[in-house]
């Protein structure tokens, strides 16, 4: 298969499973809350509400993994989907395949987990950052989600 088509079919998957999710976290939001439904401010009141700690890290998780599908559904956009962040090499569709959201090819993988500074040296924000990040609640479902409307 074309590396074009093997692209094209992952963005169908990536898709699916963004719908998915956001479908999932929204109830889940909508549970923490208490609130019988979902609207935007759902999300806002879930993560103030520190009581749902394992809830809301399940929705937390799963927040992420938004943001990641969002990020590779945006280098799908931009046309530079399945190019190694670090070196600016093409990832092999293959391992696209197994991780869809791999911004990194093997190589620079490796390397990252050998050394923690290879991230910030490539000027990369490792998901360490990301989670400190949103530990100061600055990234928060209301903005993801903004970014998702085509
Ligand atoms: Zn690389």
């Known amino acids: 298969m074309a590396r074009t088509e093997a692209l094209k079919a992952l963005q169908k998957t990536l898709t699916a499973r963004r719908n998915e999710l956001r479908k999932r976290l929204n109830g889940e939001l909508a549970n923490l809350s208490g609130a019988a439904n979902a609207s935007g401010d759902a999300a806002d ?3 103030d509400n520190i009581g749902e700690e394992i809830n809301s890290q ?3 998780m799963e927040a992420k993994e938004l943001a990641q599908i969002n990020n590779a559904l945006l280098k799908i956009k931009q046309g530079n989907y399945g190019v190694c962040d ?3 090499c093409k990832i092999p569709v293959a391992r696209l ?3 869809p959201y791999s911004t990194l090819c093997i190589k620079c993988q490796r390397e990252s987990e050998n050394d923690s500074s290879f991230l910030t040296d490539h000027g990369i ?4 950052g990301v989670r400190d990040y949103d ?3 600055e990234v ?3 903005d993801l989600e903004a970014g998702f409307r085509d």
């Open 45 to 47: 009141a879930a993560f």
């Open 58 to 60: 399940l929705a937390e």
């Open 140 to 142: 928060r479902l209301s």
């Open 97 to 99: 395949t197994a991780l």
């Open 86 to 88: 670090a070196c600016g």
């Open 125 to 128: 924000l490792g998901w360490e």
């Open 135 to 137: 530990s100061d609640r």
